[in-house]
């Protein structure tokens, strides 16, 4: 099965913070995604990518950049992180086509 | 650009019983549909897909979904719910134009009672 790996587990920092999020995938999957998990909301599209390199904005990209360093490993910046980032942040890929999307377990950050 | 609507925030059954989970999409073109699970504290698992043909489809653990065009619907549906259906379920949207982008529903909370 696809793996998907994504670190910190969890994170905490203050407002005004820099914090990055990290998503590595070994299956050589093309694009990767990251979203963020609110309560009523569900998963919100913030960045994706479909190659190293690429970056595409989602539907949430406020107060967000992303970079795609290597085929594997797909980065989420908050430079000034504000305390509605709070959230569950999931990374994905997929190979492409009709292909499912794989998870990572999660990466839950506070901003105080 | 596409949406997901999944009207239903909780859902609560008795184990054994049927189960329907809505899922309504727009997009202009023709677009791939699929549903994800959700348990506590974990990461989304695949659980079935659709583009073309059949419109209902097959999917892990006794799940199908039914795909219509006239009602922009993909609605999931299980004929006999085990308390470990437990679980947040997700409707996922992509275009099928070209582009990767997928768009989620807010999910829908189901609760299997013994």
């Known amino acids: 099965e696809a793996a998907v790996t994504q670190s910190p587990r969890n994170k905490v920092t203050v407002t005004g913070g820099n914090v990055t999020l990290s998503c590595r995938q070994t299956?050589?999957?093309?694009?990767m995604y990251w979203y963020r998990q609110d309560t009523g909301h569900g998963l919100r599209l913030i960045h994706y990518s479909y190659g190293a390199g690429n970056l595409q904005i989602g539907d949430v990209p406020d107060g967000y950049k992303a970079t795609r360093t290597t085929q594997e490993d797909f980065f989420l910046l908050l430079e000034l992180a504000s305390p509605s980032q709070t959230s569950l942040y999931f990374c994905?890929?997929?190979?492409?086509?009709?292909?499912?999307?794989?998870f990572g377990a999660g990466t839950r950050l506070s901003v105080l | 650009t596409q949406t997901v609507s999944q009207s239903d925030a909780h859902v609560t059954v008795f184990e054994g019983d049927s189960v329907e989970l809505r899922c309504n999409y727009s997009y202009g073109g023709s677009i791939y549909l699929s549903w994800y699970i959700q348990h506590h504290g974990r990461g989304l698992q695949f659980l079935l897909k659709y583009y073309s043909g059949n419109p209902v489809v097959q999917g892990v653990n006794g799940f199908e979904a039914e795909f219509s065009k006239s009602d922009s619907s993909f609605h999931l549906r299980k004929a006999s719910v085990h308390w470990s259906d437990s679980a947040v379920y997700f409707c996922a949207v992509r275009g099928g134009d070209g582009g990767y982008k997928v768009v989620f529903g807010s999910g829908t909370r189901l609760l299997v009672s013994p």
């Open positions: 299956n050589s999957h093309n694009y």
């Open positions: 994905a890929s997929t190979t492409g086509g009709v292909n499912t999307l794989y």
